[in-house]
């Protein structure tokens, strides 16, 4: 298809915000006095003004078909004089100013199969990556286990009955597109295995120094390979990273049975309280159980059920842990804890225990 | 239109059970007519494929993009083409969201329109980044697909080593904690650092996220290399009624749940009145999450701006700290953009291919970047002082 290099312009950058604005935003924008959850799944702001504007807080799986997209505009157009957003959680919010139309829209969402929640003291979307859908260094699925979950842990996004909200990420590898260093609970996709080097392709498809500069225990060197210029690995000192494989597309290390995904827990963002903190390994290794991964879901759900149990009001997963201690977390959860989960990288000796401060049994 | 959907046992199991399904969606997509249709089909196989071999199906690699532009498209190939062929190549367009994740159905139609047209009807909505997400472009449909956004106001987001794609909570559209306006002051910046958004000179990627208040509702003290969260220096607004009628709901215990989880202490209850220490108070949001008809964040808002975070690769995770306490962030934002753009003069001479700017202050000190970047170290930026005493003195000041 040609295309009018004339006509063609650049770096115009994305279009300005306020052209989708609906008029009681622009109205009140800066303005607002407080806000409130109705009911779960819709949000409701009241302006200095008096004015009210309604969020109804839709789930979708992230990947969406532009006609699901199409049909949550017919819905945006029926409720909301066609205004709507997304939110940073892959949730869609549509944007209601007629308090009669909330209930109608809330219907009509979960008769197409969006179900309407995520809000206040419950678990909301999991933000995630791509998975097998469309990654080179996964090395698990992302949608498929993030579809399983949430099917399991449903009734805590519709109400909220949690000490306090619980954030679940989901990254496919230690890339981490889904940042999911700092959730409640995390999933990780891992490899466990060196990377497999395509002696007769390394040439051709990567630059020999910066593959070895790419890892970070310097594992990589430079090697002859049956008289071809190549690279080896240094097996005791890779960590699995996938690093090298980022810049060298021939050190490949995806693998169907050494493969699968960690679980981290106690991260958190907010500065509510205690101030933001990283995920911590509870989990190092899950196989791959496709289509419905059985054993990440069940391990999942008894985190979510002994911290809904046990968490005081208000506590997140990371805070309601450093009250109650490391090893009575592992004790309540029933996860083994194993030489994996003592850190052995850099500032390792910041997570080793530093005092006599133990509770005994 | 494609006469018969891929046989799909094996992920046709995540068509079961509540929770919305994405192989739903794929399928939706798969049904389109045309072009777009039999690559999301060919994309039900190929995953379908990956759900037999416990394995992905995907290479990265090969430049591809639009003419003029070094980042925006990010190269996908399948490793099955002869199997797959519509997918053979399958590349990630990267749209530049409007500030904020508003719209107006109208323009999401148009988007819509242009992905039946030109590409495979699958999205995502959205990134993990902010941007929309257009799946499964073929080489020779890009400059099309640049041609047609750009007709419609839209523009490539940031790929590789460049400024990625800025993001902002609603903030002052929706949200009376807003401290400062980040749609705008995202749209501004995102705007005004257009040729660093496309063209990569950095030595890796740099993100900004705009969260209007403390509880950094985008992420930004994980996510992003420059991290500009909300905060006030005054006192915290409180309306005593509001208070009162929220001890008396039996939603909360006032004393154990929101004075006893102050972080400093700084709060009293007397079973009447509810009284603040403000000095003492570091801006947590506990309470006003609590009772968001009763108290506010105080009139003098601003910004804090904390640098360097970033995901594990390659150095280990980090979470950004602090650089500047308190920032007014009014448009043009001047102070913002000097401070980034020294940062880069630095960095960008300095670091290392592949190096994250926290990374590269790990490496050459923060003392020493402090000085370089021309900013005085106050104790705000650290936990505690040093506890070690390997002081790299510098000896001509003694001389």
Redesign the interface.
Known sequence: ?A??MK???????????D???PPV?KKN??K?????IVKPGVLM?VAESGDK?Y?VRA????????????M??DI??EFCD???????R?N?EFLITDESKIDPCVARLKKE???VGGMGPSITNI?H??????????AT?A??VV??L??EL?PY?EEMNLPAKLRIAF?CC??????V??SDIALLGVHRRIPEIQHDQIKA?CEIP?TV??C?TGAIRTATVDGKQSVEVIEEQCMF???CY??C?AMTL????M?GLSIWVG?K????????M?SKLAIPYIP?E???WPTAVKAVKNIVETYAKNAR??ERVGEWIERIGWPQFFDLTGIEFTKYHIDD???AGESFKRSAQLRHK | MVEKLRDTPKIDELMKGPWPSFVKEIKLSAKLSGRAGERANDLLGVLERSYNDKIGHWKHGGIVGVMGYGGGVIGRYNDLPEEFPKVAHFHTVRVNQPSGWFYKTDVLRKICDLWEKHGSGVTNMHGSTGDIILLGCATEDLEPVFADLTEMGFDLGGSGSDVRTPSACCGMARCEWACYDTMGACHDITQTFQDELHRPAFPYKYKFKFAGCPNDCVASVARSDMSIIGTWRDDIQMDAAAVSEYAQSGKFDMQADVVGRCPTGCMSWDGQKLAIDNRNCVKCMHCINAMPKALAPGRDRGATVLLGSKAPIVGGALLSSVMVPFLKMEPPYEDLKELAEAIWDLWGEHGKNRERVGEFIQRIGMSNFLEQIGLDPIPEMVIQPRTNPYIFFETEEEE
Not at chain 1, 7 to 17: A, E, M, N, S
Not at chain 1, 174 to 179: D, E, F, K, P, R
Not at chain 1, 254 to 257: A, G, K, L, S, V
Request: proline fraction near 8%; include cysteine.
């Open positions: 298809m295309v009018d006509k063609r312009v650049t770096d115009i950058g994305p279009p300005h915000y052209k989708f604005l935003i924008y800066g607002w006095k407080y806000h409130e702001h504007l969020s789930a979708t799986p992230r990947l969406a078909s532009i006609e699901s997209i199409r949550f505009c945006a157009d066609g205004h709507l957003r997304y939110t940073s892959n869609v199969g969006y179900p933000v990556t791509q998975g097998w859908v469309h990654c080179h260094s996964a699925d949608s498929g579809k399983s949430m099917d449903f996004f990254a230690l890339n981490m597109c889904g940042a260093h700092c498809q910066s500069a790419a970070p990273c996938a690093n980022t810049v597309p995806n693998d169907p049975e493969d991260g963002v907010s500065n509510a309280r205690h101030e933001p990283f791959n496709p289509p419905r009001k208000f990288f850099t500032h």
